[in-house]
């Protein structure tokens, strides 16, 4: 506490801290985000999914040595795999069903990866080492910084805008809103809808790969990580607004912000201060900040 | 009224009680322990459905109010060196009092919203839970809790128990089957409609979610009381998760299927850990069919196959 008071240096730091953290949580609950938006389902599996990518980031950087981006493009496209398997075999049965379905079917999967993840890389803590030239860290005229925290800062907006530009300004994008307002008029307009659904469910599922192998260097994998990581992406996302790319992104940057400076002024609580800020957001608005009303009757 | 159960299901509540009564007199632990753990979760998923199958919301985060149950009996009992006769009241009144302050905000939202929400809150407890190390014993556990000495033995307690789980699923029927219950079915049926006809949706929600939370409250006293002591795991969502699992594999439709749901798949746990460590697989398959397959859980599939039986179609 007195730090903060004392030291503008320290605050600085802080700052790119809460930077950092909310943009790595911002790749992982845009995913999230994405899904539910298209799809009006929330996938409890997003945070196993995070964790297949941290783990395949370790199996092909550190394993196979076959370097980090390699390694970031391998979780991208293992997890794409299998979103493709899990949307084609089990998702798309459940289309238009009752929501606690969906959320159980979810639920199975987390139970059955969680267990996959256990054969395949054990129990233990794995450790990732950081990529070359990214281990130390860079002058920024008043201190230094680590490299690859300020690389997941930039790389964060780098994928926001991606992902703006992708939905609001490309053909593709004008159909997948298209399909959230009216996914029967679409089909009927001749365009194939589930083709739109599985490439959602792909990029959100790749989205939470490359959230986990770029956290991999700093969050060891190990089991259950998945578990905190739902929850940080629940609370990130319900704070900006379900189905919001831009309340994803400013929720993200929030939370970032209150976990790190809240574990600054009381250390161990900062959990609790990310719960109490969801409260008081919902107590002004109910649908997050950036979030539209539910039509009622769903 | 309404409030008489159907002579068949009484006389089968009957049966099982007066069944159960007799399991000390075999004279097994293991039996005994069994038991007791089995009417614990019963009440568990029976308190559960009280939000899924009346009121239709989900809730992912009913662990909370069974933790808040555990540590408050256990703490009071322990620390403050309480009476049970107070300790066992007060803890049931504050898991009612933090569900009511759950079910505030969570009722604000439509289901979506309210089944993260609940998640979120009793992520909220497990994490007090584990932080605050100096009340709760923190990762290590609220241990050594001071059990009475009336009950302080596997067949006291375990009548202790089968007394109160019987007479909290008796009130818990009355609830569910009292003006209140029928019209939560009302407001799960449609919302719209409810609140046309005069009905207060947002408050008998609340409503639904305070028994709920309550009865948890009771059956996680108990178990702290059982296993003298309480641990974080018992506030983690996975736990939610389960009990979850419980009432959809019995049936959410019916009142007594969660308490079929949840002693199977309690028994399938046993039976499982014995031969593979990998119970969560198992787990996950179970949760496929239901899902799947058998949306209207055991009992649903047991009025199919009645209904074929009788020459339906």
């Known amino acids: ?298 | 009224m309404g409030w008489n159960m159907p002579r068949g299901v009484l006389i089968s509540c009957i049966v099982v009680v007066t069944a159960l009564a007799l399991v000390p007199l075999a004279d097994s632990r293991y039996l005994i322990d069994i038991s007791t753990e089995i009417l614990v979760y019963v009440l568990f998923a029976l308190s559960l459905n009280v939000i899924i199958g009346y009121s239709g919301n989900v809730s992912f985060g009913h662990a909370a109010y069974f933790a808040i149950g555990g540590y408050a009996n256990a703490i009071l009992l322990t620390t403050y060196e309480w009476p049970l006769i107070l300790s066992f009241p007060t803890a049931v009144v504050l898991s009612g009092l933090a569900a009511a302050f759950v079910a505030y905000f969570c009722t604000r939202l439509t289901d979506i919203y309210f089944a993260m929400l609940t998640l979120a809150f009793a992520m909220l407890v497990w994490a007090i839970a584990f932080k605050w190390r100096s009340v709760t014993g923190g990762d290590d556990g609220f241990v050594g809790v001071n059990v009475p000495e009336f009950i302080d033995g596997r067949a006291p307690f375990f009548y202790f128990t089968l007394v109160i789980v019987t007479i909290s699923s008796a009130v818990l029927w009355m609830i569910c089957h009292s003006a209140f219950g029928q019209t939560l079915v009302a407001v799960r049926e449609n919302i719209t409609r409810a609140g046309f006809i005069g009905v207060n949706t947002r408050l008998m929600r609340i409503g639904a979610f305070v028994v709920a939370g309550s009865f948890a409250g009771i059956a996680g006293a108990i178990f702290a009381m059982y296993n003298r002591g309480v641990y974080t795991e018992s506030a983690f969502w996975t736990e939610s998760a389960q009990v979850l699992i419980m009432t959809l594999l019995g049936g959410m439709y019916s009142f007594f299927g969660p308490a079929i749901g949840a002693a199977t798949l309690y028994l399938l746990e046993r039976f499982a850990n014995e031969y593979t460590q990998y119970w969560p697989t198992v787990l996950g398959v179970i949760l496929l069919v239901i899902v799947l397959v058998l949306p209207e859980g055991l009992v649903g599939l047991a009025k199919r196959v009645r209904e074929r039986l009788a020459g339906g179609n």
């Not at chain 1, 795999?81 to 075999?89: H, K, L, P």
Request: net charge negative; glycine share 12%.
């Open chain 1, 1 to 298: 506490m007195d730090m903060l008071l004392s030291s503008p240096t320290f605050v600085f730091i802080q700052v790119l801290n809460s930077i950092s953290l909310g943009m790595n949580l911002f790749i992982i609950a845009a995913g999230l985000s994405l899904i539910f938006g298209v799809l009006r389902v929330i996938n409890f599996a997003h945070g196993v999914f995070y964790m297949f990518g941290a783990y395949i980031m370790y199996t092909v950087a550190q394993d196979l040595e076959l370097g980090f981006v390699t390694g970031v493009i391998a979780a991208a496209a293992g997890l794409a795999v299998i979103a493709i398997v899990v949307e084609r075999g089990l998702f798309q049965w459940l289309y238009g069903k009752e929501h606690l379905m969906q959320l159980l079917l979810t639920f199975a999967i987390v139970l059955i990866m969680g267990d996959l993840a256990k054969i395949i890389w054990g129990t233990d803590q794995l450790s990732v080492s950081y990529p070359d030239g990214m281990s130390g860290a860079l002058n920024l005229g008043i201190t230094f910084y680590p490299t690859y925290r300020l690389m997941l800062a930039v790389i964060g907006p780098v994928i926001f805008i991606g992902l703006f530009l992708l939905i609001e300004r490309t053909r593709w994008g004008r159909l997948t809103r298209a399909a959230t307002q009216d996914m029967e008029m679409l089909s009927a307009l001749g365009i194939n809808v589930p083709v739109i659904y599985v490439t959602i469910f792909l990029i959100g599922a790749a989205l939470a790969g490359v959230g986990g192998a770029l956290a991999a260097p700093i969050n060891s994998p190990t089991p259950g990580m998945d578990a905190t990581i739902i929850v940080e992406c629940f609370v990130i996302v319900i704070i900006g607004g379900l189905g919001s790319l831009w309340g994803t992104f400013v929720g993200a940057l929030i939370y970032g912000f209150v976990f790190n400076f809240g574990s600054v002024i009381v250390p161990n609580w900062q959990d609790v201060f990310a719960f109490l800020l969801l409260m008081v957001v919902l107590l002004i608005r109910p649908w997050g900040l950036f979030g539209k009303p539910e039509r009622e009757g769903h």
